[in-house]
């Protein structure tokens, strides 16, 4: 059976992704207005009927903006942890409650044709998660919103045969650019982003033959270009000794068009 994957949104201002097969699909956040995912899914040819639910992985609203819409309009399933939904939950927010659907952290669960696995992920949101989905033999890991890589989120990572991975700021953008000092710290603390050279360091670190797709995603409008990141990517690689030949292929997420699809073959 084919995979397919699609981002339709990465970035600061929305964060929203599919993932389907030939019978149905998933979102992984929802972070765009329900009116702009229907229209991009259907400019795919694909209807919402076929969504069988939303991963939710944090609260921060550029990944639930359309949550409200798609759970009370199109009585689509939610799924996220206790923890985060309790941080949802306001009563300013019209979540349809026949929706919410809880699951445990690192215990796997059936949606859509999918194994699907949430890992606990840093960064600065009452308890944020990333996604490890599997189908047959196919493994894509969703990992967009962290300051680093922990123990418990690396093993995820690096079993991915797709991988969308942060890269959220360059380094040096990020120190002269004009944004003030708390927040300049808070995106490059621990429980912040990803910038260009820590996801590099690490892509390098576990670069393998099975790995065969490598999205960087969550680029942040100020601090950063998709030229920078594929740079500081390939200095890196190539500062290592790493010569893809072709056998990976990396894209760069953009944040207000939807990626090509991306096709992975059981």
Request: net charge negative; glycine share 6%.
């Amino acid at each position: 059976m084919n995979v397919n994957f699609c981002s339709l949104s990465s970035g600061s201002s929305g964060n929203c992704y599919y993932l389907g097969n030939e019978f149905h699909g998933i979102l992984i956040d929802a972070g765009i207005s329900a009116t702009s995912i229907r229209k991009f899914l259907k400019d795919m040819d694909i209807t919402m009927q076929t969504i069988m639910g939303v991963l939710i992985t944090h609260n921060h609203i550029d990944h639930i903006r359309g949550l409200e819409i798609l759970t009370r309009k199109n009585s689509i399933p939610a799924f996220t942890t206790h923890k985060i939904w309790e941080s949802i939950l306001t009563p300013q927010r019209k979540i349809s409650r026949d929706c919410i659907r809880e699951i445990p952290l690192q215990q796997k669960f059936h949606l859509a044709g999918f194994d699907i696995e949430a890992f606990p992920v840093c960064h600065d949101a009452p308890e944020t998660v990333g996604f490890h989905i599997c189908s047959g033999e196919k493994k894509i890991t969703i990992a967009t919103d962290l300051g680093h890589i922990c123990q418990t989120a690396a093993p995820y990572i690096k079993e991915a045969n797709l991988l969308v991975i942060e890269s959220n700021y360059d380094e040096q953008m990020l120190v002269n650019g004009s944004y003030p000092h708390y927040l300049k710290a808070r995106i490059h603390s621990d429980h912040g982003h990803l910038g260009n050279h820590q996801t590099s360091v690490f892509l390098a670190d576990i670069i393998n033959d099975s790995l065969s797709h490598i999205c960087l995603a969550h680029l942040s409008k100020n601090n950063n270009t998709p030229e920078k990141a594929l740079q500081t990517l390939h200095q890196t690689f190539s500062e290592k000794g790493i010569n893809l030949n072709g056998q990976q292929i990396i894209s760069i997420l953009n944040r207000h068009i939807p990626s090509e699809i991306i096709r992975l073959v059981e």
